[in-house]
DNA sequence: CATAAAACAGACCGGTTGTCCTGTTTTGTC
DNA sequence: GACAAAACAGGACAACCGGTCTGTTTTATG
């Protein structure tokens, strides 16, 4: 009796994006062999090229519905759904440091990854990665645009640029260093920069508010 | 009669790191073959063998011998010899983008480039890579101690660590979108956390300072 | 149920990679 | 000049990689 078959072809791809999408983190687009993935994936061959004709077709899907997709629930979610953009910035600053350390190791972050080892190797890759580089400016950007707080004092476009950049960077050193303190130093570092003064605490924006204007008057 | 042969250990071993180097930057360790560096360095197998035993040992002499000295060279300098750290984070930052912008392309920081695709795969490359980062920074904060001005308004430390990480991811975003500008972008704002008012200009420096004692009095 | 397309299995192949190995030549040393 | 070590030449090789190919099974469609 033959032995039966389930075709599953959405979850087979899934499982197959999982394994690159691991792999390509932890060991790099070249360090990792298809054979490696197919093993891991429990995926055949014939499967494999079914879905993804080349290994280059394989990591620009990746990029694409994975890449893509942490930064934004890693960054542009919870950006979004902050009280303003600086906020949002220092909150997932801490988290992600806060996951770091919990986990005890750093793989860096998935698009900076990539972006260093296929920009220069094909232009389509590059485009790729640097459309979801636009996108993750554009929505801090465009969250600091929309406070109505923080009456312009800061350029949004150059606060933006500046929080990724020292986003990566810091991922970078904290890769290499295996330590996520980079992180908490760069936040401190990129608070500095705002033109009020210290905060005290974390709540109470609304008050603080309050006692301004009666300071004021 | 059988040709003439001179021995040059030095010559072919720097021409062999001079190739390695720049094959690194430009397609990464990886994607460069040894076959491809022998070709362009006008070498034989048995020579580069002789030199260096392993491809890991080739990557790890090119590390401690030219990314640290490409590191000391377009960073550490510049800044010892600047008037104050900030002074020369700042000509850094706008020498290495006007260079981008003169040659056209942008390859990215020679040692995030390295960082990004070996610090996990191994230990070897992690230790030597993070040496040279904690190096940069390390230096860049005793400049800012040193300098008797800037009255500790700042801490060292998280400055060195915010203008080495803005200037890395800053570069990652460089090299990807291969637009300089984001460069320029960074500094504007990184030099809105110095302690003095918000700029207007580059130029005239200690003529706005004359004025606005003008105007204040 | 017929049938075509999609989904999957598994072997195969040409090319490349890094390394090793055996010689030969040059160079330093006594 | 004898001689050992360093410097270099060049081929060989096993492992591996990515892609292709053929064949089989499942699924959708009518």
């Not at 994975?66 to 759904?81: G, N």
């Not at 020292?166 to 500095?192: I, N, P």
Request: with cysteine.
């Amino acid at each position: 009796m033959p032995k039966k078959r389930i075709n599953d072809p959405e979850g087979m791809r899934r499982r197959v994006l999982d394994v690159a999408e691991g792999s390509f983190q932890a060991r790099g687009y070249h360090a990792s062999s298809l054979g490696d993935l197919m093993a891991a994936a429990g995926v055949t061959g014939g499967a494999l090229h079914h879905h993804f004709p080349t290994k280059k077709a394989l990591a620009l899907a990746v990029i694409e519905e994975r890449v893509a997709a942490a930064v934004q629930a890693t960054w542009i979610d919870p950006v979004l759904a902050a009280p303003s953009a600086r906020e949002g910035v220092r909150a997932v600053f801490e988290a992600v440091a806060a996951e770091l350390e919990q986990q005890g190791y750093v793989r860096g972050c998935p698009l900076n990854n990539l972006a260093h080892e296929l920009s220069l190797a094909d232009d389509e890759f590059r485009v790729a990665l640097a459309r979801i580089f636009a996108g993750w400016r554009q929505a801090i950007a465009d969250k600091m645009r929309a406070d109505q707080m923080d009456g312009g004092s800061t350029d949004p476009d150059r606060f933006a640029a500046l929080a990724i950049a020292a986003y990566s960077g810091a991922m970078s050193m904290a890769k290499t260093s295996q330590d996520a303190g980079v992180l908490r130093e760069c936040l401190r570092g990129l608070e500095g920069l705002q033109p009020s003064p210290p905060p005290v605490g974390t709540i109470g924006k609304r008050r603080r508010r309050v006692l301004r204007r009666r300071e004021v008057r």
